[in-house]
């Protein structure tokens, strides 16, 4: 099976391709230019290092939230088009979990997180591979006394590990550990392995992006309307 998969919900940008199980192509950006201007050169990169085209994909998986709005989107939107312009299956992704992927040999609890910005972070907890809680906005003061209480070591990983490490450290002590390098941002291979192994897949008009709270633009909206009404 071929798959094409793309991450743009955080600050990394990331493009892969696995083709029969193996990881042919792999690419994470973090640098000063916006995802729209990295993403599809790093696509293009993918297809002419790989040799493989568009038409070769089985699938195209996305990383569809949580994440950041406007990266989120276009993420999704880029899946969308290439998706309904080649008639192939979309598979979507949750960020969470492709954090969390990989760490499902460690004796505790796996944290991944993404900053969600003003004190807060997009989290979910899981133990050996399996969820325990369902993805949420938390202020990060909130999350590490819920985790405190469980009295059992945590492992962080993901950017929000990366921007909160030493909050975390001091709220949390010893119970905090945190990922090494490979797992501070999600990884695009990653996103492309969950995808091979999803039981099924869904059309370009059914992939849509996975949001935990409206766009501030919509919240602020929402704001006026109140203040005026």
């Known amino acids: 099976m071929n798959i094409l998969a793309i991450d743009t919900s955080g600050p990394t940008c990331g493009v892969a391709v696995l083709a029969d199980g193996a990881v042919r192509f ?12 990295n ?17 070769d994909m089985d699938r195209l998986a996305c990383v569809t939230g949580p ?17 309904h312009g080649s008639g192939k299956p979309c598979v979507a992704v949750d960020a969470l979990e ?6 499902g040999g460690f004796e505790g609890i796996v944290c991944p997180m993404q900053d969600a910005r003003a004190g807060q972070v997009y989290a979910a907890l899981f133990r ?28 962080f990983t993901g ?12 709220l949390m002590g010893g119970q905090a550990r945190f990922a090494g390098a490979a797992f501070a941002f999600l990884r695009p291979e990653t996103v492309a392995e969950m995808a091979a192994a999803a039981a099924g897949t869904v059309d370009y008009l059914t992939l849509m992006p996975l949001y935990l709270r409206a ?10 309307e109140a203040q005026h009404g």
């Open 98 to 103: 492709a954090m969390a992927y990989g760490a």
């Open 26 to 37: 792999s690419q994470t950006v973090l640098n000063r230019r916006t995802h729209s201007v």
């Open 39 to 55: 993403l599809m050169p790093m696509v293009d990169a993918a297809f002419s290092f790989t040799g493989l085209t568009l038409g």
């Open 159 to 170: 950017d929000g590990m990366t921007a909160h490490r030493e909050r975390i450290a001091e």
């Open 128 to 155: 050996r591979g399996s969820r325990i809680t369902p993805d949420e906005p938390v202020a990060l003061t909130e999350l590490a006394a819920r985790l405190s209480e469980r009295g059992e070591p945590v492992l």
């Open 215 to 224: 766009p501030s633009a919509e919240r602020n909206r929402k704001l006026m």
């Open 67 to 83: 994440g950041s709005f406007t990266g989120v989107r276009l993420g999704v939107s880029t899946v969308k088009g290439l998706a």
